[in-house]
């Protein structure tokens, strides 16, 4: 059974700095690219950035470029998320996900996490 999980979400003031991770099981994923996806309450679900197979190709949404670095261990099978002067706009769940079906970044992906939960106090 596939699985990819996330981890490192909680409740962060705003300014600081939290670092995501997604570790994936029953299969590899590091000839793939993989991703980052946020859902804020009431709102749709928004690619915020992603990375190709070997980390060499990264791409960031706007609203998070400067802040927000992907970056990918393809020896632990892990991908992380580290988010630094987060804002209270940052609040959502976020989603890794991995093996996209077309060349878009914010397409759809074969597979993704259960999600962790971001919560930036203002």
């Known amino acids: 059974q596939v699985q990819l999980v996330e981890s490192g979400g909680g409740l962060v003031q705003a300014g600081g700095s939290l670092r995501l991770s997604c570790t994936a099981s029953?299969?590899?994923?590091?000839?793939?690219?993989m991703a980052w996806f946020r859902q804020a309450p009431g709102k749709e679900r928004e690619f915020v950035a992603g990375?190709?197979?070997?980390?060499?190709?990264?791409n960031y949404a706007e609203s998070v470029k400067g802040r927000f670095t992907i970056s990918r261990d393809n020896a632990k099978n892990t991908l992380y998320l580290q988010m630094d002067s987060l804002k209270p706009e940052d609040t959502a769940d976020y989603y890794c996900?991995?093996?996209?079906?077309?060349?878009?970044?914010?397409?759809?992906?074969?597979?993704w996490g259960q999600g962790t939960q971001v919560t930036v106090s203002s």
């Open positions: 990375v190709n197979w070997n980390g060499g190709f990264r």
């Open positions: 029953g299969r590899t994923f590091t000839t793939v690219s």
């Open positions: 996900a991995a093996q996209p079906r077309s060349p878009r970044w914010d397409g759809e992906y074969d597979y």
